[in-house]
């Protein structure tokens, strides 16, 4: 069984993709935009964080089974940086994000026409699949489709929905109300041609339309490591003389529900609760602060001071309307925090009531309130409950991750 997988920027969750299918020696080949050559001399020269954002770009395969498409990606990052932001619009830019997946997309496509060995797969990602797939059904190769955040459907009515309940918040939505007729029918399309759909969680799966007969894969991702560096019975050693520290990461708009956390410290209105924001501003920063004016605001840095700024709070609440599976949960747990999520977070599973936090429903400011004021009174369990969502982190790796959707594919085609 081969595999030829495609996607433009291979994040975390791709990695670990490959590696399982390179574990397997089901991996045909990787089709990417750009590739980063830890060993050239002109990368070690760079400044450190440059360093480490490029080599983001490096895969644990061999350079030969790497093919990859860097023109339209590369004026993607530079051009916005020399003032040229009209390239990247969303979905008409020549150089917006659309157009590097559907250029990865019909050149995979084009690869599979006239490459003479042919793989019995090719492993794709939404938005990015339809060329390839039809391709792919011509020459009688199976199609599978990972599917990392809830089916568009699901997205755009629960977007919908929040635009009609905080119109105010509207614009911090994001593409779920605002893609066209045409890249919705995309995914259909998409979709439709998968034989094999891959995702995070049931989240994701209870997404898909209910007519669906194909066979499905659910593979939750994994968690970080604890910095060996640290010291993890320092998880017990935080001081509650001070303000409990609720913290926020991710974009800040309302698909996250920001909007519900801002209620909730409101409603607490309480000088003992600290509410820390890290993320990216989908409005100006007047916008949040006339929702909320009392928070600590982080911007967004590398993952390792990330990770540190988790180790500084308290627990951490995420109460999204939509996501797939939100990565950030379980890095939060791998630090020692406890969690206050809703089940669209994709991650009702990391949640023992009580335990390793608590599991809260969508649009529901009161009853985050109500979990955050328990924490505000029980300040003696925060530690060992950040213990014991740790432990429960652990529970879930990367190489588990790939290797299980490995595994999956050659007993479904096999």
Not at 36 to 43: E, G, K, T, V
Not at 229 to 251: H, Q, W
Not at 358 to 368: A, G, K, N, Q
Request: net charge neutral.
């Amino acid at each position: 069984m081969k595999v030829i997988l495609s996607h433009p920027t291979g994040n975390r969750n791709v990695r670990a993709v490959m590696t399982g299918l390179a574990n397997a020696d089901m991996l045909a080949g990787f089709n990417t935009t750009l590739v980063a050559d830890p060993d050239a001399l002109w990368i070690k020269l760079l400044p450190n964080n440059l360093r480490k954002e490029w080599l983001r770009r490096s895969f644990p395969v061999s350079k030969s089974k790497i093919h990859t498409r860097p023109v339209i990606e590369l004026a993607r990052i530079i051009m916005p940086k020399l003032g040229y932001k009209n390239c990247i619009e969303h979905e008409k830019g020549w150089a917006s994000i659309d157009a590097v997946y559907h250029d990865l997309d019909r050149n995979t496509a084009k690869q599979l026409a006239t490459n003479k060995l042919k793989p019995d797969a090719v492993y794709a990602y939404e938005d990015g699949a339809l060329e390839t797939f039809k391709q792919a059904k011509i020459l009688g190769i199976k199609c599978i489709y990972d599917l990392p955040i809830a089916y568009w459907k699901t997205v755009k009515q629960l977007m919908n929905q929040e635009a009609e309940r905080l119109p105010q918040w509207a614009p911090t939505l994001g593409g779920g109300i605002h893609d066209s007729a045409a890249k919705l029918e995309r995914k259909t399309q998409e979709f439709e041609l998968a034989d094999v759909v891959v995702g995070p969680g049931s989240f994701v799966m209870d997404s898909l339309p209910a007519y669906t007969n194909k066979k499905l894969i659910v593979s939750p991702f994994g968690s970080p490591e604890f910095d060996k560096t640290c010291d993890e019975s320092s998880i017990g050693l935080k001081s509650t003389n001070k303000p409990l520290r609720v913290l926020f990461a991710g974009s800040m708009g309302q698909r996250k529900g920001l909007a519900d956390l801002f209620t909730a410290i409101k409603k607490i209105n309480s000088k003992n609760v600290e509410l820390v924001v890290m993320g990216s501003l989908l409005a100006p920063a007047e916008f949040y602060r006339n929702e909320l004016a009392d928070f600590t605001y982080e911007a967004g840095r590398p993952n390792e001071k990330v990770l540190e700024l988790m180790r500084s709070c308290d627990v951490f609440c995420l109460p999204s309307i939509v996501e797939g599976r939100a990565l950030v949960m379980q890095e939060a747990m791998s630090q020692g925090l406890p969690l206050i999520i809703t089940p669209n977070t994709g991650g009702a599973d990391l949640i023992e009531e009580g335990e390793t936090g608590f599991l809260v429903p969508t649009c529901s400011p009161e009853i985050i309130a109500e979990k955050i004021s328990w924490f505000m009174d029980n300040r003696n369990r925060v530690a060992e409950m950040g213990r014991k969502a740790m432990k429960k982190a652990t529970g879930y790796t990367w190489d588990a991750y790939g290797n299980r959707i490995a595994q999956s594919i050659t007993q479904y085609f096999e």
